[in-house]
């Protein structure tokens, strides 16, 4: 079985409370690509898409809701 990464649940939180990965990444002090990294990651592991993502920012897909 394969270990839980809950920085990844930490990373998806504030990536959908502030609808915006640059916004989140530097709340959590982090750079932009990892946060992204860390938001497919999770998308892989749960086998579902978590965003919807645009110039504006993010919106969650019935998947991350």
């Known amino acids: 079985m394969r270990e839980?990464?809950?920085?990844?649940?930490k990373i998806f939180y504030y990536v959908a409370k502030f609808q915006n990965i640059t916004m989140a990444a530097?709340?959590?002090f982090l750079?932009?690509?990892?946060i992204?990294?860390?938001v497919k990651n999770l998308e892989d592991?749960?086998?579902c898409k978590l965003f919807v993502r645009s110039k504006k920012g993010v919106e969650l897909t019935?998947?991350?809701e």
Do not use: A, D, K, V
């Open 62 to 64: 019935t998947g991350g």
């Open 36 to 38: 992204s990294r860390s």
């Open 4 to 9: 839980i990464n809950f920085e990844h649940y």
């Open 45 to 47: 592991e749960l086998g």
């Open 31 to 34: 750079s932009q690509p990892s």
């Open 26 to 28: 530097n709340y959590l």
